[in-house]
Protein backbone atom coordinates (compact mmCIF):
# COMPACT_ATOMS: atom_id res chain seq x y z
CA UNK A 1 0.00 0.00 0.00
CA UNK A 2 1.43 3.91 -0.78
CA UNK A 3 2.49 4.88 2.62
CA UNK A 4 2.77 8.85 1.39
CA UNK A 5 -0.11 9.82 -0.92
CA UNK A 6 1.12 12.58 -2.92
CA UNK A 7 -1.55 15.06 -4.78
CA UNK A 8 -1.94 16.01 -7.49
CA UNK A 9 -0.48 14.24 -10.21
CA UNK A 10 -0.34 16.63 -12.27
CA UNK A 11 -0.45 20.97 -12.42
CA UNK A 12 -0.14 23.35 -14.64
CA UNK A 13 0.57 26.97 -12.58
CA UNK A 14 0.88 30.15 -14.67
CA UNK A 15 4.12 31.79 -14.07
CA UNK A 16 4.07 34.00 -11.26
CA UNK A 17 2.10 32.00 -9.32
CA UNK A 18 1.90 29.53 -6.63
CA UNK A 19 2.29 25.90 -6.83
CA UNK A 20 1.39 23.88 -4.24
CA UNK A 21 2.02 19.78 -3.44
CA UNK A 22 0.04 18.17 -0.74
CA UNK A 23 1.26 14.58 0.80
CA UNK A 24 0.05 12.80 4.01
CA UNK A 25 1.16 9.77 5.84
CA UNK A 26 0.00 7.50 8.14
CA UNK A 27 2.89 5.65 9.57
CA UNK A 28 3.58 7.97 12.95
CA UNK A 29 6.99 6.71 12.80
CA UNK A 30 8.22 8.88 10.18
CA UNK A 31 11.12 11.39 11.26
CA UNK A 32 12.10 13.48 8.47
CA UNK A 33 10.19 14.62 5.28
CA UNK A 34 12.35 15.67 1.92
CA UNK A 35 11.17 16.94 -1.35
CA UNK A 36 12.55 15.82 -4.11
CA UNK A 37 12.57 17.43 -7.83
CA UNK A 38 13.21 15.62 -10.91
CA UNK A 39 14.15 16.87 -14.37
CA UNK A 40 13.25 14.48 -17.17
CA UNK A 41 16.15 12.17 -17.87
CA UNK A 42 18.11 13.22 -14.65
CA UNK A 43 17.79 11.47 -11.33
CA UNK A 44 16.14 13.30 -8.43
CA UNK A 45 17.59 15.90 -6.78
CA UNK A 46 16.94 17.10 -2.99
CA UNK A 47 15.01 20.11 -3.13
CA UNK A 48 14.27 20.73 0.76
CA UNK A 49 13.54 19.09 3.89
CA UNK A 50 11.86 19.39 7.21
CA UNK A 51 12.00 17.45 10.46
CA UNK A 52 8.27 16.66 12.11
CA UNK A 53 9.38 19.06 15.18
CA UNK A 54 8.99 22.15 12.77
CA UNK A 55 5.93 23.11 11.14
CA UNK A 56 7.63 25.29 8.60
CA UNK A 57 10.79 25.55 6.80
CA UNK A 58 11.43 28.29 3.61
CA UNK A 59 14.10 28.13 1.14
CA UNK A 60 13.80 30.76 -1.23
CA UNK A 61 10.35 30.62 -3.03
CA UNK A 62 9.82 26.65 -1.89
CA UNK A 63 8.49 25.98 1.48
CA UNK A 64 7.51 23.04 3.38
CA UNK A 65 4.60 23.33 5.73
CA UNK A 66 4.24 20.65 8.29
CA UNK A 67 1.31 19.70 10.05
CA UNK A 68 1.84 16.91 12.38
CA UNK A 69 -1.45 16.64 14.04
CA UNK A 70 -2.92 15.84 10.91
CA UNK A 71 -0.13 13.82 9.12
CA UNK A 72 0.00 16.14 6.41
CA UNK A 73 3.12 18.32 4.61
CA UNK A 74 2.90 20.98 1.65
CA UNK A 75 4.91 22.45 -0.81
CA UNK A 76 4.64 25.34 -1.81
CA UNK A 77 6.39 27.42 -4.70
CA UNK A 78 6.38 30.84 -4.87
CA UNK A 79 6.61 32.95 -7.89
CA UNK A 80 6.88 29.90 -9.57
CA UNK A 81 8.98 29.59 -12.92
CA UNK A 82 9.16 28.07 -16.20
CA UNK A 83 12.43 26.64 -15.27
CA UNK A 84 10.66 24.92 -12.22
CA UNK A 85 8.81 22.65 -14.27
CA UNK A 86 9.60 19.12 -13.17
CA UNK A 87 8.34 16.16 -11.29
CA UNK A 88 8.56 17.11 -7.79
CA UNK A 89 8.22 13.86 -5.03
CA UNK A 90 7.48 13.97 -1.41
CA UNK A 91 9.52 11.23 0.64
CA UNK A 92 9.44 10.17 4.21
CA UNK A 93 11.88 8.12 6.51
CA UNK A 94 11.05 5.77 9.22
CA UNK A 95 13.08 6.50 12.60
CA UNK A 96 16.02 4.49 12.98
CA UNK A 97 16.02 3.48 8.86
CA UNK A 98 19.36 4.30 7.81
CA UNK A 99 17.71 6.92 5.44
CA UNK A 100 15.77 4.64 3.52
CA UNK A 101 12.78 6.61 1.86
CA UNK A 102 9.07 5.97 1.10
CA UNK A 103 8.36 8.22 -2.12
CA UNK A 104 4.97 9.67 -2.98
CA UNK A 105 3.33 8.89 -6.99
CA UNK A 106 5.24 12.61 -7.98
CA UNK A 107 2.91 15.49 -9.65
CA UNK A 108 4.14 16.40 -12.56
CA UNK A 109 4.44 20.47 -12.85
CA UNK A 110 4.15 22.63 -15.45
CA UNK A 111 4.36 26.47 -15.66
CA UNK A 112 3.69 28.15 -18.33
CA UNK A 113 4.09 31.60 -19.73
CA UNK B 1 32.86 15.54 -9.00
CA UNK B 2 30.89 12.41 -10.31
CA UNK B 3 28.25 11.87 -7.42
CA UNK B 4 26.48 8.70 -8.11
CA UNK B 5 27.11 7.08 -11.53
CA UNK B 6 25.22 4.26 -13.30
CA UNK B 7 25.97 2.05 -16.22
CA UNK B 8 24.50 1.15 -18.41
CA UNK B 9 22.10 4.25 -19.23
CA UNK B 10 19.50 1.99 -21.21
CA UNK B 11 19.11 -1.47 -21.87
CA UNK B 12 16.83 -3.85 -23.69
CA UNK B 13 16.63 -7.74 -22.95
CA UNK B 14 14.55 -10.34 -24.03
CA UNK B 15 12.42 -12.21 -21.18
CA UNK B 16 14.73 -14.69 -19.22
CA UNK B 17 18.06 -12.99 -19.96
CA UNK B 18 20.62 -11.47 -16.82
CA UNK B 19 22.22 -8.65 -16.82
CA UNK B 20 23.98 -6.72 -13.91
CA UNK B 21 23.26 -2.83 -13.31
CA UNK B 22 26.09 -1.00 -12.01
CA UNK B 23 26.72 1.92 -9.25
CA UNK B 24 29.70 3.48 -7.80
CA UNK B 25 29.63 7.10 -5.91
CA UNK B 26 32.41 8.83 -4.83
CA UNK B 27 31.14 10.81 -1.80
CA UNK B 28 32.47 7.95 0.93
CA UNK B 29 29.06 7.62 1.64
CA UNK B 30 28.39 4.11 3.81
CA UNK B 31 24.61 3.25 2.70
CA UNK B 32 23.33 2.85 -0.72
CA UNK B 33 20.26 2.06 -2.10
CA UNK B 34 18.65 0.82 -5.58
CA UNK B 35 14.92 2.04 -6.31
CA UNK B 36 12.56 1.34 -8.84
CA UNK B 37 10.95 4.33 -10.90
CA UNK B 38 7.66 3.38 -12.90
CA UNK B 39 4.40 5.81 -13.86
CA UNK B 40 2.14 6.56 -10.85
CA UNK B 41 4.36 4.67 -8.86
CA UNK B 42 6.91 6.92 -7.45
CA UNK B 43 10.29 5.48 -6.37
CA UNK B 44 10.45 2.22 -4.42
CA UNK B 45 13.02 0.57 -2.83
CA UNK B 46 14.37 -2.51 -3.87
CA UNK B 47 17.41 -3.14 -1.86
CA UNK B 48 20.21 -1.44 0.05
CA UNK B 49 23.05 -1.55 1.74
CA UNK B 50 23.33 0.25 4.91
CA UNK B 51 27.51 -0.30 5.33
CA UNK B 52 29.68 -2.20 3.79
CA UNK B 53 29.51 -5.98 4.21
CA UNK B 54 25.55 -5.86 4.81
CA UNK B 55 22.81 -5.57 2.20
CA UNK B 56 18.83 -5.90 2.86
CA UNK B 57 15.86 -5.86 1.27
CA UNK B 58 13.55 -3.30 0.33
CA UNK B 59 9.82 -3.07 -0.66
CA UNK B 60 10.05 -4.95 -4.15
CA UNK B 61 13.31 -7.51 -3.85
CA UNK B 62 11.64 -10.26 -5.75
CA UNK B 63 13.45 -11.17 -8.80
CA UNK B 64 16.15 -9.10 -7.89
CA UNK B 65 19.91 -9.24 -6.11
CA UNK B 66 22.58 -7.13 -4.58
CA UNK B 67 26.34 -6.90 -4.25
CA UNK B 68 27.86 -4.37 -2.21
CA UNK B 69 31.68 -5.08 -3.50
CA UNK B 70 33.07 -2.01 -1.56
CA UNK B 71 32.66 1.26 -0.21
CA UNK B 72 32.19 2.43 -3.75
CA UNK B 73 30.29 0.15 -5.72
CA UNK B 74 26.58 -1.32 -5.19
CA UNK B 75 25.56 -3.75 -8.02
CA UNK B 76 21.88 -5.08 -8.95
CA UNK B 77 21.77 -7.85 -10.46
CA UNK B 78 18.63 -9.57 -12.52
CA UNK B 79 18.98 -13.00 -12.69
CA UNK B 80 15.73 -14.07 -15.06
CA UNK B 81 14.57 -10.87 -16.85
CA UNK B 82 10.52 -10.32 -16.76
CA UNK B 83 8.54 -7.50 -18.77
CA UNK B 84 7.34 -6.39 -15.27
CA UNK B 85 10.88 -5.65 -14.66
CA UNK B 86 10.78 -2.82 -17.36
CA UNK B 87 11.57 0.40 -15.27
CA UNK B 88 13.71 3.19 -14.70
CA UNK B 89 16.19 2.04 -11.98
CA UNK B 90 18.37 4.77 -9.73
CA UNK B 91 21.23 4.28 -7.52
CA UNK B 92 21.68 6.58 -4.63
CA UNK B 93 24.25 7.15 -1.99
CA UNK B 94 24.27 8.20 1.60
CA UNK B 95 24.85 8.33 5.32
CA UNK B 96 22.83 6.21 7.05
CA UNK B 97 22.33 8.47 9.93
CA UNK B 98 21.21 12.03 10.37
CA UNK B 99 19.18 14.96 8.19
CA UNK B 100 21.35 13.82 5.60
CA UNK B 101 20.61 14.46 1.53
CA UNK B 102 20.33 11.16 -0.77
CA UNK B 103 22.23 11.53 -3.95
CA UNK B 104 20.91 9.93 -6.94
CA UNK B 105 22.39 8.50 -10.13
CA UNK B 106 21.33 9.37 -13.16
CA UNK B 107 19.37 6.24 -14.07
CA UNK B 108 19.52 2.71 -16.03
CA UNK B 109 16.60 2.54 -18.46
CA UNK B 110 15.51 -0.77 -18.94
CA UNK B 111 13.12 -2.66 -21.36
CA UNK B 112 12.53 -6.50 -21.04
CA UNK B 113 11.01 -7.39 -24.13
Known amino acids: QQQVKQSPQSLIVQKGGISIINCAYENTAFDYFPWYQQFPGKGPALLIAIRPDVSEKKEGRFTISFNKSAKQFSLHIMDSQPGDSATYFC????????????FGTGTQLKVEL | NAGVTQTPKFQVLKTGQSMTLQCAQD?????MYWYRQDPGMGLRLIYYSASEGTTDKGEVPNGYNVSRLNKREFSLRLESAAPSQTSVYFC????????????FGQGTRLTVV
Open chain 2, 27 to 31: MNHNS
Open chain 2, 92 to 103: ASSEPWGNTEAF
Open chain 1, 91 to 102: AARLTGGGNKLT
